[in-house]
């Protein structure tokens, strides 16, 4: 069955620094990959989205995200993060045959140090 | 003009009781979600209709029951509560169920806390 891993359950970075959150997927086809999150009491915001074309695609809040077929990652980067990013990130993966229905992974909570 | 609204956004009740979550969306989207997220963030889908149709119904306990008057709306009943049924609702919507282009448009969830 079609998988998503996030393998960092939380991450802790200090306010102004970089970050990397990692995503990777089980399946070997061309995936509809997308980065949600959600901040405390609050729903889901789609931060972005890759279909096609090139890899590395640019988010709202200046976030991004590249794909890497060899690696089956699409992992989310954002060069310089505010307390504001602290939030849950969720990284969700939609394949063909399995109609289109997003599978998710377990979600990874940013706690930003001041 | 919210996209997805869930109504209400806090629920507590007891155990044994019924009650329902209403979902509206005003996207023009043709399919729409419930999803689960445990106490441990955990997303699970629960049921999806497109357009009024059910075509995804996971294992879910049959006291849970989704109803669609039509396709801008998603109403998830639930009978005989129990504490078990505590967590976050969230309704969703997608422009199909065959695409994926625009991703999922969530609600700002409901909280159901069964005591």
């Known amino acids: 069955a079609q998988s998503v891993t996030q393998p960092d359950i939380h991450i802790t970075v200090s306010e102004g620094a970089s970050l990397e959150l990692r995503c990777n997927y089980s399946?070997?086809?061309?995936?509809?990959l997308f980065w949600y999150v959600q901040s405390p009491g609050q729903g889901l915001q789609l931060l972005l989205k890759?279909?096609?074309?090139d890899t590395l695609v640019q988010g709202i809040k200046g976030f991004e995200a590249e794909f890497k077929r060899s690696q089956s990652s699409f992992n989310l980067r954002k060069p310089s993060v505010h307390w504001s990013d602290a939030a849950e990130y969720f990284c969700?993966?939609?394949?063909?045959?399995?109609?289109?229905?997003?599978?998710w992974g377990a979600g990874t909570k940013l706690i930003i140090k001041p | 003009d919210t996209a997805v609204s869930q109504t209400p956004k806090y629920l507590v009740t007891q155990m044994g009781n019924d009650k329902s979550i209403k979902c509206e969306q005003n996207?023009?989207?043709?399919?729409m979600y419930w999803y689960k997220q445990d106490s441990k963030k955990f997303l699970k889908i629960m049921f999806s209709y497109n357009n009024k149709e059910l075509i995804i119904n996971e294992t879910v306990p049959n006291r849970f029951s989704p109803k669609s008057p039509d396709k801008a709306h998603l109403n998830l009943h639930i009978n005989s509560l129990e504490l078990g049924d505590s967590a976050v609702y969230f309704c969703a919507s997608s422009q199909d169920s065959l695409s994926l282009s625009l991703g999922y448009t969530f609600g700002s969830g409901t909280r159901l806390t069964v005591v």
């Open positions: 890759y279909f096609s074309g």
């Open positions: 996207l023009g989207h043709d399919t």
């Open positions: 969700a993966v939609g394949f063909m045959d399995s109609n289109y229905q997003l599978i």
């Open positions: 399946y070997g086809a061309t995936p509809y």
